[in-house]
Protein backbone atom coordinates (compact mmCIF):
# COMPACT_ATOMS: atom_id res chain seq x y z
CA UNK A 1 0.00 0.00 0.00
CA UNK A 2 3.11 2.54 0.82
CA UNK A 3 4.39 2.58 -2.93
CA UNK A 4 0.81 2.23 -4.51
CA UNK A 5 -0.69 5.86 -2.20
CA UNK A 6 2.85 7.15 -3.22
CA UNK A 7 2.05 6.43 -7.14
CA UNK A 8 -1.06 7.76 -6.94
CA UNK A 9 0.17 10.97 -5.29
CA UNK A 10 2.90 11.41 -8.24
CA UNK A 11 0.03 10.39 -10.76
CA UNK A 12 -2.62 13.19 -9.51
CA UNK A 13 0.38 16.02 -9.56
CA UNK A 14 1.33 15.07 -13.44
CA UNK A 15 -1.96 15.96 -14.03
CA UNK A 16 -1.41 18.93 -13.25
CA UNK A 17 1.40 19.55 -14.44
CA UNK A 18 1.65 22.08 -17.60
CA UNK A 19 4.47 24.65 -19.26
CA UNK A 20 4.06 26.86 -16.69
CA UNK A 21 4.52 24.32 -13.68
CA UNK A 22 7.57 24.91 -11.51
CA UNK A 23 7.99 20.96 -10.71
CA UNK A 24 10.14 21.57 -7.30
CA UNK A 25 8.17 24.16 -5.89
CA UNK A 26 4.92 23.16 -7.63
CA UNK A 27 5.54 19.57 -6.28
CA UNK A 28 6.31 20.55 -2.95
CA UNK A 29 3.07 22.64 -2.63
CA UNK A 30 1.32 19.68 -3.56
CA UNK A 31 2.20 17.03 -1.24
CA UNK A 32 1.85 19.98 1.61
CA UNK A 33 -1.87 20.45 0.40
CA UNK A 34 -2.43 16.58 -0.21
CA UNK A 35 -0.93 15.81 3.57
CA UNK A 36 -3.05 18.16 5.24
CA UNK A 37 -6.20 17.06 3.25
CA UNK A 38 -5.51 13.44 4.30
CA UNK A 39 -4.80 14.12 7.70
CA UNK A 40 -8.00 16.77 7.89
CA UNK A 41 -10.30 13.86 6.68
CA UNK A 42 -8.48 11.60 9.54
CA UNK A 43 -9.09 14.12 12.56
CA UNK A 44 -12.82 14.49 11.45
CA UNK A 45 -13.55 10.97 10.53
CA UNK A 46 -12.24 10.10 13.79
CA UNK A 47 -13.23 13.16 15.76
CA UNK A 48 -9.55 13.45 16.92
CA UNK A 49 -8.32 16.14 19.01
CA UNK A 50 -7.19 18.86 15.90
CA UNK A 51 -4.32 20.23 17.59
CA UNK A 52 -2.72 17.61 19.31
CA UNK A 53 -2.78 15.66 16.69
CA UNK A 54 -1.01 17.73 14.16
CA UNK A 55 1.45 18.16 17.06
CA UNK A 56 1.70 14.32 17.15
CA UNK A 57 1.85 13.98 13.35
CA UNK A 58 4.43 16.88 13.14
CA UNK A 59 6.69 15.10 16.03
CA UNK A 60 6.13 11.62 14.26
CA UNK A 61 7.65 13.22 10.58
CA UNK A 62 10.36 15.44 12.94
CA UNK A 63 11.55 12.01 14.99
CA UNK A 64 11.22 9.33 12.30
CA UNK A 65 8.68 7.05 13.71
CA UNK A 66 5.03 7.23 14.22
CA UNK A 67 4.89 5.59 18.46
CA UNK A 68 1.98 3.44 18.67
CA UNK A 69 2.65 2.69 22.08
CA UNK A 70 2.17 4.57 25.11
CA UNK A 71 0.01 7.81 25.89
CA UNK A 72 0.56 9.61 22.71
CA UNK A 73 -1.96 8.35 20.43
CA UNK A 74 -4.68 8.28 24.15
CA UNK A 75 -4.02 12.39 24.04
CA UNK A 76 -5.06 12.66 20.60
CA UNK A 77 -8.45 10.73 20.65
CA UNK A 78 -11.51 11.99 21.89
CA UNK A 79 -12.33 11.42 25.87
CA UNK A 80 -14.80 8.11 25.51
CA UNK A 81 -16.95 6.71 28.55
CA UNK A 82 -14.64 3.32 29.40
CA UNK A 83 -18.10 2.22 30.63
CA UNK A 84 -20.64 3.41 27.56
CA UNK A 85 -20.20 0.16 25.90
CA UNK A 86 -17.92 2.34 22.99
CA UNK A 87 -15.22 -0.35 22.18
CA UNK A 88 -11.95 1.62 22.65
CA UNK A 89 -9.72 -0.51 21.76
CA UNK A 90 -10.84 -1.30 18.81
CA UNK A 91 -11.14 2.59 17.90
CA UNK A 92 -7.85 2.92 19.38
CA UNK A 93 -6.37 0.42 16.61
CA UNK A 94 -8.63 1.73 13.70
CA UNK A 95 -7.03 5.20 14.43
CA UNK A 96 -3.27 3.35 14.66
CA UNK A 97 -3.77 1.90 11.34
CA UNK A 98 -5.19 5.20 9.60
CA UNK A 99 -2.30 6.96 10.93
CA UNK A 100 0.38 4.79 10.15
CA UNK A 101 -0.79 4.45 6.58
CA UNK A 102 -0.99 8.24 6.14
CA UNK A 103 2.57 8.54 7.71
CA UNK A 104 3.71 5.58 5.85
CA UNK A 105 2.48 7.56 2.97
CA UNK A 106 4.20 10.85 3.35
CA UNK A 107 6.98 10.01 5.38
CA UNK A 108 10.12 9.98 2.71
CA UNK A 109 8.14 13.30 1.25
CA UNK A 110 8.21 15.61 4.05
CA UNK A 111 10.81 17.39 5.08
CA UNK A 112 10.48 18.81 9.16
CA UNK A 113 13.68 21.48 10.24
Known sequence: MNLRSKMELIRDFL?????????DGDWKKFVDEQREN????IIEEEKLKTEETHKFIDNSFRDGVLKTTGTDIDIIMPAVSRF???????????????????????MELVCIK
Not at 38 to 41: G, K, M, R, T
Not at 87 to 92: D, H, S, V, Y
Request: no cysteine; hydrophobic share 35%.
Open 15 to 23: LRINAQTEV
Open 38 to 41: DLAV
Open 84 to 106: GGGNRAERKKRVIDRLLAYYEKY
